[in-house]
């Protein structure tokens, strides 16, 4: 089974699939233009928000806190990039038991 995990796109990215005016494009991608959201750029996406905020599609929306809980930003699917997790062939096997 391919297991997914989600991170933010880079700066690189987003001008790359939106132009280099990506902040004021018309690609609604409601990324803030006054750089505050800057600092979330290719972080991972902690996995307890996986399936609290995967809608009926599978795709991820859930809201962010700035450090200070001063600002809230909305994610959405423009924002992340998923990332497939296959299997390492090469790792010790771990027995589970349940």
């Known amino acids: 089974m391919i297991k997914y995990k989600y991170r933010f796109k880079t700066e690189k990215e987003f001008i790359d699939e939106y132009g ?4 004021r494009g018309s690609g609604r991608i409601y990324w803030t233009s006054s750089n505050s ?33 001063l600002n809230r930003w909305t994610i ?4 992340i990039k998923e990332i497939k997790v296959g299997i390492n062939y090469n790792e010790p096997k771990k027995l589970v038991y349940d």
Not at 20 to 23: A, E, P, V
């Open 76 to 79: 959405n699917i423009k924002m």
């Open 20 to 23: 280099i005016n990506w902040r």
């Open 37 to 69: 959201m800057d600092y979330l750029f290719n972080t991972e996406i902690d996995p307890i928000y996986y399936k609290e905020f995967l809608d009926k599609n599978g795709r991820l929306y859930m809201t962010v806190h700035d450090k200070f809980d």
